[in-house]
Nanobody
């Protein structure tokens, strides 16, 4: 059974915007922090943004601050990533992930601390 499903990726030109969605099952979403990571060809998977469960404390990688916004709709079990002013270096497969740990007051930026992952959605930004 699929637990996390990303959508919203595509091929866009630099300067454009995309909104990614991650639909999760309740057991993979409720009471858990959520994160977005991305992986470009030949690169390691890197942290993009994270958000806590109820306080909605957010964190962002320096490379996306001011351009990307993470949010969540707990009633819909969905987390979003609004991406503005996209750059070619944003090209990657974007993954949403669940951090089962319930004690963090701010989102973790370490992929090792996330327990469940979606299959990813492709984002390609052309110049």
């Amino acid at each position: 059974q699929v637990q996390l499903v990303e959508s919203g990726g595509g091929l866009v030109q630099a300067g454009s915007s995309l909104r990614l969605s991650c639909a999760a099952s309740a057991r993979m979403f409720s009471s858990h922090a959520m994160g977005w990571f991305r992986q470009a060809p030949g690169k390691d998977r890197e942290f993009v943004a994270g958000i806590t469960w109820s306080t909605r404390i957010t964190s962002y990688a320096d490379s996306v601050k001011g351009r990307f916004t993470i949010s969540r709709d707990n009633a819909k079990n969905t987390v979003y990533l609004q991406m503005n002013n996209l750059k070619p270096e944003d090209t990657a497969v974007y993954y949403c992930a669940t951090d089962v740990a319930g004690w963090r007051t701010t989102p973790s930026d370490s992929k090792a601390e996330y327990d469940y992952w979606g299959q990813g959605t492709h984002v390609t930004v052309s110049s």
